[in-house]
């Protein structure tokens, strides 16, 4: 197992903004690189940056949360246990406000059953709490990772089954509308996916018995 010393430095480097972005992503490739070769542990990593994840310092704390989200968004196909992955959806989707949470989201969105995925439950939280505190237009620049929204969108629509569910995924769909107008960016990119996903949910029909 990797030594603190040998990947904490690379935390400090991430939260240092004198550095260049170049240097900031050698050092999410070095975290990223000791997880998937089972030299650093996730549960390791998200322990020893509790200091940066919950410090009143507003800086410290975004690029905290967004070098564990980037983090994440390298290890789609890297198991993790189920409750983690519970207990890392909450935690971004809490702070959704905060620079690099919303990439925390779309990068647990895109797991998949066999590697430990998003449940129905925290979906619906994430929608939830998507609908309620995320103000499109606040968004920094830097957080729309347009196609990586849109796909994690798609994935987490397809196949899905629950009414309410479904109607917070169909505002969703009108949100990224807003978010997305131009014809040539990210939303047009996957339009016929979504349409193929959202298709089969039309014409609705109502079958219980009132």
């Excluded at 089954?161 to 109607?167: G, S, T, V, Y």
Aim: charged fraction near 20%.
């Amino acid at each position: 197992m990797a030594s603190p010393s040998e990947w904490i430095p690379h935390v400090h480097a991430f939260v240092d903004l004198s550095l260049s972005h170049d240097d900031h992503d050698a050092s999410v490739a070095k975290i990223v690189s000791l997880i998937k070769t089972d030299m650093l542990t996730l549960e390791i990593v998200v322990k020893e940056m509790e200091m940066y994840l919950t410090t009143s310092d507003a800086v410290t704390r975004a690029r905290g949360i967004l070098l564990l989200a980037q983090v994440l968004v390298s290890l789609v196909s890297k198991p993790i246990d189920v409750a983690a992955v519970h207990s890392l959806i909450d935690f971004f989707t809490s702070r959704l406000a905060i620079h690099g949470a919303l990439i925390g989201c779309v990068a647990l969105l895109r797991r998949y059953g066999a590697v430990g995925m998003v449940s129905k439950c925290d979906a619906r939280n994430l929608a939830q709490s998507f609908l309620v505190n995320l103000q499109v237009q606040a968004l920094a620049q830097a957080d729309r990772k347009g196609d990586d929204l849109v796909y994690g969108v798609c994935e987490a629509i397809d196949e899905e089954n629950d009414p309410w569910c479904l109607l917070h995924c169909f505002r969703i769909v009108e949100l990224l509308v807003d978010l997305f107008p131009d014809a040539s960016g990210p939303l047009a990119s996957f339009s016929k996916d979504i349409f193929e996903i959202l298709g089969r949910y039309f014409p609705i029909y109502f079958t219980h018995v009132i």
